[in-house]
């Protein structure tokens, strides 16, 4: 098992940056792939960013490429996504995940926090 928590949502104006981080418990961090996703009422769960076991590697979403940053710190078991020129159209509640071979699929997760709100004012 692996537990995910994630902080640092919060509510910012548009053009404003935030940091959410996602600490992970439990079996080894550093065998997991690690993703954010993002549900905004009303829709559907979507990929944002997702990162390698070794971070060599990492995927955005379209909407978000340019503008989010994903990176993780095996030593401390965290996972990070840095967030500028954030948008209204970015609120959101924000889901870090885990999976071993997961990218973009939700699907490919094999674990989930419990999400944390995001809030983006115009």
């Known amino acids: 098992q692996v537990q995910l928590v994630e902080s640092g949502g919060g509510l910012v104006q548009a053009g404003g940056s935030l940091r959410l981080s996602c600490a992970a418990s439990?079996?080894?961090?550093?065998?997991?792939?690690m993703g954010w996703f993002r549900q905004a009422p009303g829709k559907e769960r979507e990929f944002v960013a997702a990162?390698?076991?070794?971070?060599?590697?990492?995927y955005y979403a379209d909407s978000v490429k340019g503008r989010f940053t994903i990176s993780r710190d095996n030593a401390k078991n965290t996972v990070y996504l840095q967030m500028n020129s954030l948008k209204p159209e970015d609120t959101a509640v924000y889901y870090c995940?885990?999976?071993?071979?997961?990218?973009?699929?939700?699907?490919?997760?094999?674990?989930w926090g419990q999400g944390t709100q995001v809030n983006v004012s115009s």
């Open positions: 995940a885990a999976g071993t071979l997961a990218r973009e699929n939700p699907s490919e997760y094999e674990y």
């Open positions: 439990g079996r080894t961090f550093s065998n997991y792939r």
């Open positions: 990162i390698s076991w070794s971070a060599g590697s990492t």
